[in-house]
């Protein structure tokens, strides 16, 4: 069942699992677009992720803000941020 048929509706969706993020992405874009939340996604599992991930959210979503984090002195521990412009200061 969806967030939908379920009268949910997120805040903050976090995604690290382990490559599968891009599939998530895709199967929960209908509640990121209802619900706008804020969305930390880990890129670094592929390396089209720090391509693909970003743009499909940005040509996917209105009004966000995008925002690298990384956490690490290598390639892992990348966090693409995704922040409703009006949550946005």
Same mark, same amino acid.
């Given at each position: 069942?969806?967030? $939908? @048929?379920?009268?949910? /509706?997120?805040?903050?969706? $976090?995604?690290?699992? +382990?490559?599968?993020? %891009?599939?998530? #992405?895709e199967g929960g874009m209908e509640t990121i677009k209802n %619900?706008? =939340?804020?969305?930390?996604?880990?890129?670094?599992?592929?390396?089209?992720? /720090?391509?693909? #991930? =970003?743009?499909?959210?940005?040509? %996917?979503? +209105?009004?966000?803000? /995008? $925002?690298?984090?990384?956490?690490s002195h290598c390639e892992n521990e990348t966090v693409l941020?995704?922040? =409703?412009?009006?949550? @946005?200061?």
């Amino acid at each position: 069942r969806s967030c $939908k @048929e379920n009268n949910l /509706f997120p805040d903050f969706i $976090k995604m690290d699992i +382990e490559g599968a993020e %891009s599939l998530a #992405i895709e199967g929960g874009m209908e509640t990121i677009k209802n %619900s706008r =939340p804020q969305l930390a996604i880990s890129i670094y599992h592929y390396d089209n992720d /720090f391509i693909n #991930i =970003p743009l499909n959210l940005y040509n %996917s979503l +209105e009004n966000y803000v /995008f $925002k690298l984090g990384h956490y690490s002195h290598c390639e892992n521990e990348t966090v693409l941020y995704a922040i =409703p412009e009006e949550l @946005e200061s």
